[in-house]
């Protein structure tokens, strides 16, 4: 089975997740990752015909799958601006060895498609969601989206019922949306949704990211104790991003990922495909490699096993840790998130 399969990297680290960006497009303006100033109306996006078709996309995917993938993540941009998306999770779930296919979404056209989404076999959805409050919120999405959308987008997300269950993903900044969160628990204690808090990293190189905005996961968590006693959850497999915790009061499940102030590249087993066949090792990575070109040449599957498998032993990724480093290396240009995903 593909799970057994153990192919590591230059830490020893195996490859296990697979994040597919299936549009670079995005309806938001979010300032930390697409912000209006960069990606106005004149902005060059791909063409439909520079992004790879969903025959490709289940290519290498099967590929990775033989390579240790299990678990494969659809992402964007905003991945429900790509047409038909339903019609490519159908044929990903079938591929030997896959055994979680996810999606991440800002949520504004979930209520649309959720139950699509979940008859071609999707698994879980995390929507990004920063804030509840309606005109933080319009302005974390750069007064792109009317909030009550992506609510009713969560609710039908819900009422899908995916294996899986909703997660909601916020990226929390200091002087900007941090005074929100026990609002934003609030509104889905008791929901079985499950809020994961993002501290705020240099991702890409137009946020204007300076440390001082983080808040920290240890801050957010004594915060959140304060008003709802917390206890430690165990991981569900090595690798998980997100530290788990429940309501003591049975409420539910919350989740911390601390890539600023704890950071886990020493268990990351993710690589991640841009929308136009760049297969990248790292979110913060400066380069990627051309699958595309391969693609269309018709190499045979070999050659694709063949060059996966060679990026991946190469991998020598470590950027967070990197950063957090007496001695940090210098900031350096890395891809936009919006072309890769989270």
Not at 9 to 30: E, H, K, Q, T, Y
Not at 294 to 318: F, N, P, T, V
Request: proline share 5%; aromatic share 8%; charged share 25%.
């Amino acid at each position: 089975m593909a799970g057994d399969v153990i192919l590591p990297d230059r830490f020893g680290r195996p490859l296990r997740d697979l994040r597919i960006s299936v549009m670079d497009r995005c309806n938001f303006r979010c300032p930390y990752c697409m912000p209006e100033s960069t990606y106005h109306e004149h902005f060059r996006f791909l063409d439909p015909k520079e992004r790879l078709n969903f025959g490709e996309i289940e290519r290498v995917a099967r590929i990775a799958a033989s390579l240790g993938v299990s678990k494969l993540r659809l992402t964007g941009g905003e991945p429900l601006l790509r047409p038909s998306l339903p019609d490519l999770i159908t044929p990903l779930i079938a591929i030997a060895g896959i055994d979680d296919v996810a999606l991440t979404t800002n949520g504004v056209l979930l209520a649309r498609h959720a139950h699509a989404l979940k008859d071609a076999g999707l698994h879980r959805v995390t929507v990004s969601l920063d804030s509840v409050d309606p005109m933080v919120f319009a302005q974390l999405s750069g007064g792109r989206a009317q909030l009550d959308a992506v609510l009713q987008g969560i609710e039908a997300a819900r009422d899908a019922q995916f294996p899986g269950g909703v997660k909601i993903n916020a990226v929390i900044q200091r002087g900007v949306n941090d005074e929100g969160v026990l609002d934003l628990l609030a509104m889905f204690r008791e929901t079985g949704v499950v809020v994961r808090f993002i501290e705020y990293m240099d991702v890409g190189n137009r946020n204007g990211w300076v440390r001082d905005q983080v808040v920290t996961s240890r801050e957010l968590h004594d915060r959140i104790a304060a008003r709802w006693p917390l206890e430690a959850m165990e991981a569900r497999y090595r690798g998980e991003v997100a530290t788990r915790y429940r309501y003591r009061d049975g409420a539910g499940e919350i989740g911390f990922i601390s890539s600023v102030s704890a950071p886990f590249c020493g268990d990351c087993s993710r690589a991640r495909l841009s929308s136009e066949g760049q297969l990248y090792t790292c979110l913060f990575a400066t380069t990627g490699t051309d699958l595309r070109t391969l693609l269309r040449e018709s190499a045979d599957d070999k050659a694709l096993h063949d060059m996966l498998a060679r990026i991946w032993r190469a991998r020598g990724d470590r950027y967070s840790e990197e950063r957090a480093a007496p001695r940090a290396p210098r900031p350096h240009e890395k891809i936009e998130m919006h072309y890769i995903g989270g």
